[in-house]
């Protein structure tokens, strides 16, 4: 089990140019999670899915963020056009179906806005 | 709502001391309660976790057990090393999977 992969490990890029993060969840698993995680608001949800369907994107904090799952073993977080106040460490998780169920995270991409 | 508050970091402890991180939460219903921790570099990692009231979740020496008289599920270890530094989350199950994460302890151990 090669556990959760995010992609790329850091992205640096200027003010305004369009950004792609990418997850491939553990297989099997039926939820995938989109985190933010800063040092002023600490790790927030920003999407989750469940058998590819998005089910609450609440957090998404605009639409300058948009997030899809194509198949179950991908998903994309996009952010078009990006802004500084986006830096962040983003990151993908994905869990079987029981509540109790813990999330299995990816090791996060670091992107950097300039 | 759903909330957690963990106890305000960051920890600085030396090897061999015993720690306790303390975590209380508020929510509607019976939730689940779970220590993650991160490592540098790293994603959040499951360190254990009680499904319900006086459950006691362990792993890798620590503990933590669910209080429901008092709302609480702290996190304890009896003697921590170098290798323990690491930031720490509480989180409660929010239902439908969605977990409520706190805002983090940053542990250092040192030698």
């Known amino acids: 089990d090669a556990g959760v992969i995010q992609s790329p490990r850091h992205e640096v890029t200027e003010m305004g140019q369009e950004v792609t993060l990418r997850c491939k969840p553990i297989s099997g698993h039926d939820y995938l999670f989109w985190y933010r995680q800063t040092m002023m608001r600490g790790l927030e949800l920003l999407i989750y899915?469940?058998?590819?369907?998005?089910?609450?994107d609440s957090g998404m904090p605009e639409d300058r963020f948009s997030a899809k799952m194509p198949n179950a073993s991908f998903s994309t977080l996009k952010i078009q056009p990006s802004e500084p106040r986006d830096s962040a460490v983003y990151f993908c998780?994905?869990?079987?179906?029981?509540?109790?169920?813990?999330?299995?995270f990816g090791n996060g991409t670091r992107l950097t806005v300039t | 709502g759903n909330s957690v508050t963990q106890m305000e970091g960051p920890v600085t402890l030396s090897e061999e001391a015993f720690l306790t991180i303390n975590c209380t939460y508020t929510?509607?219903?019976?939730?689940?309660l779970f220590w993650y921790v991160q490592y540098p570099g790293e994603g959040l990692q499951l360190l254990l976790k009680?499904?319900?009231?006086?459950d006691k979740g362990s792993n890798k020496g620590f503990e933590a057990t669910y209080r429901k008289e008092t709302t609480s599920f702290h996190l304890e270890k009896g003697s921590v090393q170098v290798s323990d530094s690491a930031v720490y989350f509480c989180a409660l199950s929010g239902g439908a999977q969605k977990l409520v994460f706190g805002q983090g302890t940053r542990l250092t151990i040192n030698p």
């Open positions: 899915f469940n058998n590819n369907v998005p089910i609450d």
């Open positions: 009680a499904t319900k009231a006086d």
């Open positions: 998780a994905s869990s079987f179906r029981t509540d109790n169920s813990p999330l299995h």
């Open positions: 929510a509607t219903g019976y939730p689940s």
